[in-house]
């Protein structure tokens, strides 16, 4: 099936500091999407990219999808204490796939303050 | 507006019995879906509901593993017998559009 290899796995960075992770895969897709995941809590959809090399940013956090469409990346800057949790990305195949998408293993922030 | 709600949010049962999980969708949202993550690996699709039918199951692991969607509102998913590989975090999603999902906080399995 398809997979996705996000990186890094996890990052310890300081207050302040720009953060960039990323996500590949060997199929394409026609959506990614990034999420974020606070403890205890479900997946948090930040960032929902449309068309290949398309940029959109929300706040400090800025998305792009490749020109392949077959990877995306995720910077968050300036970072701040709330950023910590897990990022995933995921791709959305398009087609009779409809709501099933394929999530990165994560990226665990921990911001040091 | 309520969120997806699951429940229970822990449950700790002994490698045998039987667990059935609950998820309740954003009213208005005809799709719901069922993801699992397992520790420190992505999260996985198991099925999707359409209303009350299923859509795709293609991410059910066995037939230990049982959803149901009764009426097409709230969603059950019940593993009998439960094996120890079950453990995880089990997340429920609905939606109007197809990728944009909303998760439900999730319900943490620990089998023992």
């Known amino acids: 099936g398809q997979q996705l290899n996000q990186s890094p796995q996890s990052m310890f960075i300081q207050e302040g500091e720009d953060v960039s992770m990323n996500c590949t895969s060997s199929?394409?897709?026609?959506?990614w999407l990034w999420y974020k995941q606070d403890p205890g809590e479900g997946p948090v959809l930040l960032i929902a990219?449309?068309?290949?090399?398309e940029l959109t940013s929300n706040g400090r956090l800025t998305a792009q999808f490749g020109i392949t469409r077959k990877d995306s990346f995720l910077n968050i800057s300036a970072s701040i204490p709330s950023d910590v949790g897990i990022y995933f990305c995921?791709?959305?195949?398009?087609?009779?796939?409809?709501?099933?998408?394929?999530f990165g293993q994560g990226t665990i922030l921990t911001v040091h303050p | 507006e309520a969120g997806v709600t699951q429940f229970p949010s822990h449950s700790v049962i002994e490698k045998g019995q039987t667990v059935t999980l609950r998820c309740d969708p954003i009213?208005?949202?005809?799709?719901l879906y069922w993801y699992r993550r397992v520790m420190g690996k992505e999260i996985k699709f198991l099925l999707h509901?359409?209303?009350?039918?299923?859509?795709?199951e293609s991410g059910m692991p066995n037939n230990r593993f049982l959803a149901e969607r009764t009426g097409g509102t709230y969603s059950t998913l019940k593993v009998q017998p439960a094996e120890l590989e079950d453990s995880g975090v089990y997340f429920c999603?609905?939606?109007?559009?197809?990728?944009?999902?909303?998760f439900g906080s999730g319900t943490q399995l620990s089998v023992l």
């Open positions: 509901f359409v209303k009350e039918s299923k859509q795709d």
């Open positions: 199929s394409i897709f026609n959506t």
């Open positions: 009213s208005g949202h005809d799709n």
């Open positions: 990219l449309y068309k290949a090399g």
């Open positions: 995921a791709g959305h195949a398009g087609g009779t796939s409809y709501g099933k998408l394929t």
């Open positions: 999603a609905s939606s109007q559009r197809p990728e944009k999902l909303f």
